[in-house]
């Protein structure tokens, strides 16, 4: 009988590591995607292809760690765009990304968790930027 709740309390520990390890990845992988973005993002010319390199490097990221997401969201703040060259500017990418913990099956966790970063690059201030 002792046995069974040791085995019993060892697996709910091995559960809640496999969910917290997960959740942590999760977050490191969101918050290198967001980086990576808002890099990419900076180096554009005008904030059309700001958003695009934007969206296709946070996702290229995402995949790259082999982090699988219920559902991947980037929105890009290219407001600095708008600014006139010689004035300092900025943009910035918000990654979020639904992360499944269902087939973790430990009750009393949600059948995912929403992971969400941000990160912010400078423009050159001497470069030509359109919107």
Do not use: H, W
């Not at 060892?10 to 918050?31: D, F, M």
């Not at 082999?66 to 600095?80: D, I, P, R």
């Amino acid at each position: 009988m002792e046995a069974i709740l040791a085995i019993a309390a060892i697996v709910l520990v091995l559960l809640l590591s496999v969910a917290a390890g997960r959740i942590t990845v999760a977050g490191a992988a969101v918050e290198a995607a967001a980086r990576d973005a808002a890099r990419q993002a900076s180096i554009a010319r005008t904030a059309a292809a700001a958003k695009s390199n934007a969206e296709a490097s946070a996702r290229a990221s995402i995949a790259d760690q082999s982090l699988s997401c219920t559902a991947v969201e980037v929105t890009v703040n290219t407001k600095g765009f708008s600014r006139p060259v010689g004035e300092p500017a900025d943009v910035s990418a918000t990654v979020s990304c639904s992360v499944p913990l269902t087939d973790v099956a430990f009750p009393g966790l949600p059948g995912s968790i929403e992971r969400r970063a941000t990160f912010t690059s400078p423009l050159d201030p001497y470069r030509s930027r359109g919107t």
